[in-house]
């Protein structure tokens, strides 16, 4: 079975740069999530979706992340302007209702 | 008080050893929780979930203690592969009962 799959695995670029990390959820999935993971700070919820629609963004850093989903099987999440202190490692995560919810290999994000 | 907070760690354990992690949570409403597993440079993984009676899976023993609010991992004869971070999450409830929130986690390393 496919997992949650996403891409790029990895992302090496300067500050001020546009970065766009994509997902896959598990098909038939209606739940995604994007999580952010520092040693300082933990697994962090950005954000949420429920059949594509936005429902929690309060771990939104800033204006400068924005996350979409146009459809059930793909999200993006979008860092513009990018910062040093954006670098993470940036997981996506999908479940079929209250079930658990199953990770991806999660983007490693260095920003110069 | 952070929402969930786990044993600071690290653990270091000779091989068949017993080691128990707990962690705490802040809010009393919760409804679900979970240990994960996360080796190092991978994604988070489902350990189990805990039950309100506890429950058991081979060596490993969940616990949920809802008076004071905290939740227990115990891993009995533990071996070389144990060695992972250990992350407790708990799932909030009414409009927050699809967030997870995660524990920084601890750090097993199981010895020779």
């Known amino acids: 079975d496919a997992g949650v799959i996403q891409s790029p695995r990895h992302e090496v670029t300067e500050m001020g740069q546009e970065v766009t990390l994509r997902c896959k959820p598990i098909?038939?999935?209606?739940?995604l999530f994007w999580y952010r993971q520092t040693m300082m700070r933990g697994l962090e919820l950005l954000i949420y979706?429920?059949?594509?629609?936005?429902?929690?963004d309060s771990g939104m850093p800033e204006d400068r992340f924005s996350a979409k989903m146009p459809n059930a099987s793909f999200s993006t999440l979008k860092i513009q302007p990018s910062e040093p202190r954006d670098s993470a490692v940036y997981f996506c995560?999908?479940?079929?209702?209250?079930?658990?919810?199953?990770f991806g290999d999660g983007t490693r994000l260095s920003i110069l | 008080r952070k929402e969930v907070e786990q044993d600071p760690g690290p653990f270091n354990v000779p091989e068949g050893a017993t080691v128990a992690f707990n962690c705490t949570y802040s809010n009393s409403a919760s409804q679900s929780f979970f240990w994960y597993r996360q080796d190092c440079r991978k994604e988070p993984k489902l350990l189990m979930s805990?039950?309100?009676s506890g429950n058991e899976d081979g060596r490993f023993t969940a616990q949920l203690n809802r008076a004071s609010q905290y939740i227990s991992l115990l891993i009995r004869d533990s071996k070389l592969s144990d060695s992972a971070t250990y992350l407790c999450?708990?799932?909030?409830?009414?409009?927050?009962?699809?967030?997870?929130?995660f524990g920084k986690g601890t750090l097993l390393t199981v010895n020779p």
């Open positions: 805990v039950y309100s």
């Open positions: 995560a999908s479940s079929y209702g209250n079930q658990p919810q199953h």
């Open positions: 999450a708990v799932r909030g409830s009414g409009g927050s009962n699809y967030k997870l929130t």
């Open positions: 979706f429920n059949n594509n629609v936005p429902i929690d």
């Open positions: 098909s038939g999935h209606d739940y």
